[in-house]
């Protein structure tokens, strides 16, 4: 865990069974057309190219809460960001920016060479934080999010840094 002032911590872990609930509510929170919950399950239980995380914050004398949650696929030696939430109270702490660093190592642990993700147009806070880790758009998928219509901005990062990956998840 990582202290930040105050006494508080952010935990970074793989997902249980027991946290479908509430990384469903995060993922409502979060988006126009939220990913069931089955399909999370389905995640955890079925698909053994899925690296399914969670971020907890914690403070001192209460119990650990749920806050964001990540699902990438690793195919053979790419890693494609399906999925990133944060609860909206929790946004602007750098949550995000710390457990896609930790998923993004662990894939390139396990053998990642590059990653990819698709992120709605208009959804400039996600692309900036992708930018961060040296995402680059290079197309679009027009059309792509069938509920709004909107455009999806398609972003890579050709290769991995795992120093500065790791500096990431300690927040630089």
Not at 77 to 98: F, K, M, N
Request: with cysteine.
């Amino acid at each position: 865990m990582s202290e930040t002032p105050g006494g508080s911590g952010l935990v970074l872990r793989e997902m249980t069974l027991a946290d479908l609930d509430q990384v469903e509510a995060i993922d409502q929170a979060s988006f126009p057309t939220p990913w069931p919950k089955q399909a999370f399950h389905y995640e955890l239980t079925r698909n053994q190219n899925a690296l399914c995380w969670v971020a907890e914050w914690v403070e001192p004398n209460h119990p650990p809460v749920l806050v964001a949650a990540i699902v990438v696929w690793l195919i053979l030696d790419e890693a494609h960001i399906s999925t990133l939430a944060v609860h909206p109270g929790y946004r602007q702490r750098g949550i995000a920016q710390r457990l896609l660093a930790k998923v993004l190592l662990a894939c390139a642990q396990a053998g990642a060479a590059q990653a990819y993700l698709e992120v709605r147009a208009n959804n400039h806070p996600a692309q900036s934080l992708y930018r961060k880790f040296g995402f680059e758009a290079v197309g679009m998928r027009k059309g792509y999010y069938q509920d709004t219509g909107e455009d999806a901005v398609l972003m890579t990062l050709s290769h991995f840094d795992p120093v500065k990956l790791a500096e990431l998840v300690e927040g630089g």
